[in-house]
Nanobody
Framework: QVQLVESGGGLVQPGGSLRLPCAASGSILSIYGMGWYRQAPGKQRELVATITSGGSTNYADSEKGRCTVSRDNAKNTVYLQMNSLKPEDTAVYYC?????????????WGQGTQVTVSS
């Protein structure tokens, strides 16, 4: 059994910052890609940022320069640092990880953490 648990969401004022950690636990042999997606009300889930096991990163165009994705492989944790937040960043943020266990390798998703940007 593998679980991903996000935290760090909440209410923040425009221009503020948040750091979202997501920790993977359970029967894990290897973690490959990890990353973050978000889903705003009435919209499809969209990519925010991804990071490979080697540390290569990819960002949505809208997030370049404002977000930083990082990971701590020893802790099986991926982080999303978001700065200069805007109201349009309001969404549920989901982390994912491509994880190999003893019998399977697949993508796992967290339950989501709400980020609300409002004054």
């Amino acid at each position: 059994q593998v679980q991903l648990v996000e935290s760090g969401g909440g209410l923040v004022q425009p221009g503020g910052s948040l750091r979202l950690p997501c920790a993977a636990s359970g029967s894990i042999l290897s973690i490959y890609g990890m990353g973050w997606y978000r889903q705003a009300p009435g919209k499809q889930r969209e990519l925010v940022a991804t990071i490979t096991s080697g540390g290569s990163t990819n960002y949505a165009d809208s997030e370049k320069g404002r977000c930083t994705v990082s990971r701590d492989n020893a802790k099986n944790t991926v982080y999303l640092q978001m700065n200069s937040l805007k109201p349009e960043d309001t969404a549920v943020y989901y982390c994912y990880a491509d994880i190999a266990g003893w019998r399977t390798r697949r993508d796992y998703w967290g339950q989501g953490t709400q980020v609300t940007v409002s004054s």
